[in-house]
């Protein structure tokens, strides 16, 4: 859903674009949302796991650690988040929203926290850190955004500007790796 057989690829070199915001009650940015999302953490480099997103238009996944090794997937999603599970020198084992798993260069990530709505739904965007303060979008599935510090089952979560709080069970790559 969120990559490119590399078959598919070929035949079709068009980018996948993905859902939408669907406007909900518009109200604007307030303070506690100014800022929402954290700046990258570098200070655990070397631990795995841990939360990465992609940091490019274009990432190949490849079957091993390697550029002899044949690619996968094309991955057409930035920010698409993933689950560093290996480290080999400067290549990532990884691990995507569906589950599957392969070998990335370490330049095509980035710290930065991304999440991907994973909600069968809509999912509500709020105002505040809980579900009585006003709702101010609702998102579709598979939406990316970034992410800041979750608290207390809720996250900072930016799309494309729309920023707010989503509920943390509703999103993928938020929690512990």
Known sequence: MFRWNIRQSIVAARSVIMGRIVTGAAIACTAALCGAVAPAHAADDDKVPYW???DTDLANLRVGPGESYRIDWV????HLPVKVIRREGPWRLIEDPDGDKGWMRDLLLSR???ALVKAKGLVEMHAEPNS???MLWRVQPGVIGLLGDCKQGWC???VEG?????DQETLWGAGAP
């Open 162 to 166: 729309h920023k707010g709080f989503v």
């Open 112 to 114: 930065q926290r991304a």
């Open 132 to 134: 009585s303060s006003p």
């Open 75 to 78: 991955y057409r999603r930035p």
């Open 156 to 158: 900072p979560f930016d």
């Open 52 to 54: 990465a997103s992609i």
